[in-house]
């Protein structure tokens, strides 16, 4: 059984259009050619965001077309925080607080950092101005999510 094959002749449980679809994810997404994550539907408040920006800042709008999970997931592309609140990449994501400015914005802690001055510092995906952003932030900049 163990070289049991899927209609793509991949091992089944390996092929990433047979597989099951990971908890809190779908099927099928929407993305845009200059977008970096999946949405779970077009009316995406951070999609709109994102495509407002880009008109602003003078880059190509691309219509939001419709892919398999698998695809954007091949592409590299992550998920949308706000489309997809459940989902959680690793068993060791957790939901956090994450100060940017003067204000704290709910997002995704990936990883823990000691620094040489024994300071923390979080990986943290957050959205911020209709974008997704991924950065390192000091151990005063984190809450966890209440």
């Known amino acids: 059984m163990a070289d049991e094959r899927c209609d793509h002749g991949l091992i089944v449980g390996q092929c990433g259009h047979c597989k099951p679809v990971p ?3 779908t099927a099928s997404v929407w993305t845009t050619r200059g977008g970096s994550v999946f ?8 999609l709109a ?5 880009a008109a602003r ?10 892919v398999a999970l698998a695809d954007a997931m091949a592409q590299g592309r992550g998920a949308c925080i706000p489309c997809f609140p459940g989902y959680r990449p690793t068993s060791t994501t957790k939901p956090c607080l994450v100060r940017v400015g003067t204000q704290w914005l709910g997002g995704l802690l990936t990883e823990w950092r000691r620094g040489a001055d024994g300071r ?3 990986v943290v995906s ?3 101005d209709g ?3 991924t950065v390192v932030k000091d151990q005063e900049d984190l809450r966890p999510a209440s």
């Open 131 to 133: 974008e997704q952003v």
């Open 57 to 66: 800042t003078g880059r190509d709008v691309h219509q939001p077309t419709r």
């Open 23 to 25: 908890p809190g994810l």
């Open 49 to 53: 965001d994102g495509q407002a920006r």
């Open 39 to 46: 949405h779970r539907s077009v009316a995406c408040d951070a």
């Open 120 to 122: 923390w510092s979080g």
């Open 126 to 128: 957050y959205v911020a």
